[in-house]
């Protein structure tokens, strides 16, 4: 086994047992017993950005990580002591996607197109732009409208849709190229001295396959949508991942497999020297 470990785990519905599925009972505690070892260090990747990363630390009684790369991949923080500190090297590399632009001086590009409501300030950054949308809306004519826009001002972005259904409303955010889970995870492990031996990943949802089917060790956790776990399967069989792609099935520890049971489950499947840490 490895000296250091790097665990990634997204949060809603894979750390955070929000979802349909029941929770194991003792799971998260026993999460907090790996993670608290000093060869750990841990990281957050969410959507969420840094104050609804702090509420679900509180409310679901997280333990604080060493980073969060945060709205979604846009933002990383080094946290010490409970002290959160913006990560400049990361900002510094993915402006360039956006020619010396930000958020704020993309909006206009949008601004006629029907449908799209801008989000509220505090889930704006300087390289994240959200937008509220009906479901239905034609989101692959707008998405394909609003990258033709950006195209002819020479912007590379990604555009990350996805839908809350608490409300039953689309989110849009529009970002730079390489402001992506896998990317920031990756900038994370070559800035940490870190490699895809000593790295584990684990999520539950659409935007996090390109991290899942990579080469990076990951995990799904068993709460997973069975489409998301064909998809992940697919993908991570046209790269030649597989042997980086372990599905969380339940029985390890006589755990169910959901949410932190399912990071354990894996993190014991490519490292399984760290099972005693959690016990």
């Not at 998260?28 to 702090?54: C, D, I, K, N, Q």
């Not at 996607?97 to 958020?103: I, N, P, R, S, V």
């Amino acid at each position: 086994m490895n000296k250091r470990i790097l665990i990634c785990t997204d949060l809603d519905r894979t750390l955070l047992p929000n979802g349909r599925q029941p929770e194991s009972p003792g799971a998260r505690a026993a999460f907090s017993r790996l993670v608290s070892r000093p060869e750990v260090t841990l990281a957050y990747v969410s959507g969420r950005h840094r104050e609804l990363v702090e509420d679900a630390i509180r409310e679901y009684e997280l333990p604080l990580p060493d980073w969060v790369i945060g709205d979604v991949g846009t933002t990383i923080y080094q946290v010490h002591t409970g002290e959160w500190r913006h990560w400049p090297e990361w900002e510094q590399d993915i402006a360039a996607d956006w020619q010396g632009l930000t958020a704020n001086d993309l909006r206009p590009l949008f601004g006629d197109l029907p449908f799209l409501r801008l989000q509220e300030e505090a889930k704006q950054n300087r390289y994240k732009l959200s937008y509220y949308l009906p479901l239905q809306a034609d989101i692959d004519a707008l998405q394909r409208e609003m990258l033709r826009r950006l195209e002819t001002r020479q912007v590379a972005a990604g555009l990350i849709y996805s839908v809350d259904e608490a409300t039953s409303t689309g989110l849009l955010d529009v970002l730079p190229a390489h402001a992506t889970k896998l990317h920031a995870v990756e900038f994370l492990m070559q800035h940490q001295s870190f490699d895809y031996a000593n790295t584990v990943f684990a999520g539950d949802s659409g935007n996090d396959l390109p991290v899942l089917a990579s080469a990076i060790q990951s995990v799904l956790v068993a709460n997973a949508d069975l489409d998301v776990v064909e998809q992940a399967k697919t993908q991570a069989r046209k790269q030649g991942t597989m042997a980086a792609f372990y599905l969380a099935q339940g029985g390890f520890l006589g755990m169910n497999g959901n949410y932190s049971a399912g990071i354990l489950e894996g993190v014991a499947h490519y490292h399984p020297g760290t099972q005693i840490w959690m016990e």
